[in-house]
């Protein structure tokens, strides 16, 4: 993966004046646009399109101690107007264009290379699974997107839940893991910034059809996941679980995301105040050569 990741960074420094989707990208190192997108962010904290526009602005800078007019960079770099240009070059830069053009300071944004670096020598145990289609059926609401501590509102979810629901996720649970779950999806930002809302349920996974107690349902097709327990303090030993199976499993892995989404399950520790064994799941797919 890291490799497909250098080569879309080179894609982009040949395709700076004309790229027209940030899917094009994706498409040209043969990974799936969402996979890319995730592990990108995850390794430096920003998304493809802001990575892209701040290597736009940092050309278009230099080329404006060169002489070229404001004019030609705005259209070259893919503006629909001078406007456009100018507002988006002095909230990167800080200065206007000809500001930029007649003192001659020049903003760098420089091209990013990917490599390995291991991180303190700790493994990350994790299992590959292959489960046939089944549903998620329980309580579900939109939550604010929230990347560490603890969210209010799911603690709010969790409490709305009533015994008739409860005694129906029971009857209904009939598949591994048979465990009460947590599942994120339809996220606003497509989890790639801690911002806008998904949709969270808590429930049970379930091969049955007649579902009641006003539950809520989300089907999942046929997947390979990848599953990666994880114990200590809760949430964030989780939290940080999460983090590194997409800054560091995915980057070196031969496996890529196949949805966006994922779920896990979390048993606290009745002899230990605030600790847990977590599990997450997440559907994946071989990666192309």
Not at 170 to 189: A, F, G, K, M, W
Not at 221 to 235: C, I, K, L, R, Y
Not at 265 to 270: E, I, L, V
Request: aromatic residues 12%; negative net charge; charged residues 25%.
């Amino acid at each position: 993966m890291l490799k497909k990741l250098n080569h879309g960074m080179e894609y982009i420094e040949a395709h700076l004046e004309d790229i027209a989707s940030l899917e094009e990208i994706a498409a040209h190192v043969r990974v799936s646009d969402c996979h890319f997108r995730r592990i990108f962010f995850a390794l430096t904290n920003m998304t493809l399109g802001e990575y892209v526009k701040n290597r736009r602005l940092s050309e278009a800078n230099r080329e404006l101690l060169q002489g070229v007019p404001v004019t030609e960079l705005a259209f070259k770099y893919g503006y629909q107007s001078v406007d456009g240009f100018t507002r988006a070059f002095k909230k990167w830069s800080g200065i206007l264009p000809s500001q930029a053009a007649r003192q001659k300071q020049c903003k760098s944004f420089q091209k990013l290379q990917f490599v390995v670096t291991m991180k303190g020598g700790t493994s990350m145990e994790y299992k590959i699974v292959e489960k046939p289609a089944f549903v998620f059926a329980g309580v579900s609401k939109r939550v604010p997107l929230q990347f560490e501590g603890v969210n209010n509102e799911i603690l709010k979810l969790v409490q709305s839940i009533t015994q008739e629901q409860r005694e129906e996720m029971h009857r209904l649970q009939n598949t591994e893991p048979r465990e009460i779950v947590n599942v994120s999806y339809e996220s606003d930002t497509s989890f790639l910034e801690e911002a806008g809302e998904l949709t969270h349920l808590i429930g049970v996974l379930t091969t049955k059809t007649d579902i009641g107690a006003g539950l809520d349902t989300f089907p999942v097709s046929a997947h390979t996941w990848a599953v990666f327990p994880n114990e200590g303090a809760f949430p964030s030993v989780m939290q940080s679980t999460m983090a590194r199976i997409y800054s560091e499993w995915f980057p070196v892995s031969d496996y890529e995301l196949a949805e966006a989404f994922s779920f896990s399950f979390t048993k606290m520790d009745p002899e230990k105040a605030g600790h847990a064994y977590s599990e997450i799941w997440i559907p994946v797919k071989k990666s192309q050569p």
